[in-house]
Structures are given as structure tokens and as C-alpha cells.
T-cell receptor, first 112, second 114 residues
């Protein structure tokens, strides 16, 4: 079966520190991969998506970056976190032949 | 380009009452439409989707939604609310070949009281 794993589930980081959130998908190949952010009391904002290894599209200018070193691995990073980076980050994927997006369990990031 | 508007950031109903969560979309091409539910501190779970087949779509947990092109709406309904339905609900739209950019509404938080 197809599953998505996202970690860490919770993270508290000081301002200016680096960030790495990792997401992997199992049971599929060549998925489209996504990073969304959900700030407190707000909807979901698409940050990045990837249609293949090394292919990253950014939806909004920001302090974050994404990488896809392997087909089923998607990493969200920052060199120096800002307070405004706090939020709930969701990794998601769509099968290469599908039209429905599936979400991971999310990662809570608090920047202090 | 696609966009979604969810009317009402908070909706409160009594247990057993009708649930109606509103979603209007804007799309330059025939859209695909989705409803997702998010329970506290969890990811999003697909409730139902419209992908140009039947306009009345039935989903999990007794929810359904009707695609109305003339009204550009995709409202979510459930005849009788349960306490367990309390969650946040998101409407989303994509273009059939452009679902790389699934666009979400701001969400509606549903409260169910006894």
C-alpha cells in the first residue's frame, strides 16, 4: 500500500537556526510531491511542488527551500529560521497517474 | 487560474442538525473539486472529490457535495451532525491537468454542540 511519512512531528527551534523537515512516500514511483504550510488560524499555502528528482517549483518567495534528492523523498529546509516560519507544515503527494492529493500527518514548527 | 472561497470561517450546529459548509470556486477551465477534513493536530483527509463525473458526490462519514456549475459552487452537506464531525474542513480546486497547483480555501471550522 501507499503511505507517506513525515518527520519530525514537532520541532522547537530558535530564531536563526537551520531547519530540515523530511518526507518520504512508499509504495509508488514518480509521485508529484508538495509542501504546504498552515499558519495558525489560516488556510493552507502551497510552498513548493516537485514533479521529479531535482525539479522544484516555488510558489511564494520566502526563507525556505526544498529539495528532492530521490524519487520519493522531499525535504524542506531553511538556513536561518524566522519567527514567521512558525506553523504546521504538511507534505503531500499525488500518484503519477492520479488526481487526488494525500497528506502526511504534518510537522509543528515553533520558532522561538 | 483557480481560487476558492469558503463562506464562514466558523460554523456551529447542534447534534443531529443539518451541516452545510459553503464553497465557491473560480476556474478558467472545468475544475476538479475536493473537500478535505482536518482533525486537531493531524494532516488532511480526503472526504470526497468531483472529477467531472456525477455532479452529486458522496463521500465518507455521510458527507456529500453537489457541483453546480451555474452557481460555481461545491457546498458540503450532511443531513445529521455528529459530535465527531467537529473539525476543520477545506475546499480545494484544481485544473484537471494542473493539479500540481491544488488551491485550498481558508477553511471552515465546524463545531457541534449537544
Amino acid at each position: 500500500s501507499q503511505t507517506i511519512h513525515q518527520w519530525p512531528a514537532t520541532l522547537v527551534q530558535p530564531v536563526g537556526s537551520p531547519l530540515s523537515l523530511e518526507c518520504t512516500v512508499e509504495g509508488t514511483s514518480n509521485p508529484n510531491l508538495y509542501w504546504y504550510r498552515q499558519a495558525a488560524g489560516r488556510g493552507l499555502q502551497l510552498l513548493f511542488y516537485s514533479v521529479g528528482i531535482g525539479q522544484i517549483s516555488s510558489e511564494v518567495p520566502q526563507n525556505l527551500s526544498a529539495s528532492r534528492p530521490q524519487d520519493r523523498q522531499f525535504i524542506l529546509s531553511s538556513k536561518k529560521l524566522l519567527l514567521s516560519d512558525s506553523g504546521f507544515y504538511l507534505c503531500a503527494w499525488i500518484p503519477s497517474s492520479g488526481n487526488t492529493i494525500y497528506f502526511g500527518e504534518g510537522s509543528w514548527l515553533t520558532v522561538v | 487560474a483557480q481560487s476558492v472561497t469558503q463562506l464562514g470561517s466558523h460554523v456551529s450546529v447542534s447534534e443531529g442538525a443539518l451541516v452545510l459548509l459553503r464553497c465557491n470556486y473560480s476556474s478558467s477551465v472545468p475544475p476538479y473539486l475536493f473537500w478535505y477534513v482536518q482533525y486537531p493536530n493531524q494532516g488532511l483527509q480526503l472526504l470526497l472529490k468531483y472529477t467531472s463525473a456525477a455532479t452529486l458526490v458522496k463521500g465518507i462519514n455521510g458527507f456529500e457535495a453537489e457541483f453546480k456549475k451555474s452557481e460555481t459552487s461545491f457546498h458540503l452537506t450532511k443531513p445529521s451532525a455528529h459530535m465527531s464531525d467537529a473539525a476543520e474542513y477545506f475546499c480545494a480546486v484544481s485544473a484537471p491537468r494542473g493539479y500540481n497547483k491544488l488551491i485550498f480555501g481558508a477553511g471552515t471550522r465546524l463545531a457541534v454542540h449537544p
